[in-house]
């Protein structure tokens, strides 16, 4: 079981940029995908970035080249860097943990809702324009 504790959520303008972090604790948790999750008022809650334990990612498509998530193993940590943040970005983030899926490429880890079984608290984000 792993548990998850996110932060560095706040208040920042259009253009700006924000770093979340999430720390972890438990058993196996170098061995679980790790992810970012979003949820607007009012809407549901959406994948953001997804990683790996070898640290290869994977986005969403209203994130892709904006937002980089990193992870590291030793500190029991995940990061979400995001720059040129949006209004249409302010939402309660949360730090998500799951076990990797088999695919026919091999394991890997999505930003589906349902692959993650272990969630943080959240923290907000707000971006005014």
């Known amino acids: 079981q792993v548990q998850v504790v996110e932060s560095g959520g706040g208040s920042v303008q259009a253009g700006g940029s924000l770093r979340l972090s999430c720390g972890a604790s438990?058993?196996?948790?170098?061995?679980?995908?790790m992810a970012w999750f979003r949820q607007a008022a009012g809407k549901e809650r959406e994948g953001v970035a997804a990683i790996a334990s070898d640290g290869s990612t994977r986005y969403a498509d209203s994130v892709k080249g904006r937002f980089n998530s990193s992870r590291d193993n030793a500190k029991y940590s995940l990061y979400l860097q995001m720059n040129s943040l949006r209004p249409e970005d302010t939402a309660m983030y949360y730090c998500a943990a799951g076990s990797p899926w088999w695919g026919v490429d091999g394991w890997y880890c999505s930003v589906q809702r349902s692959q993650y079984k272990y969630w943080g608290q959240g923290t907000q984000v707000t971006v005014s324009s």
């Open positions: 438990g058993y196996g948790y170098d061995r679980y995908c």
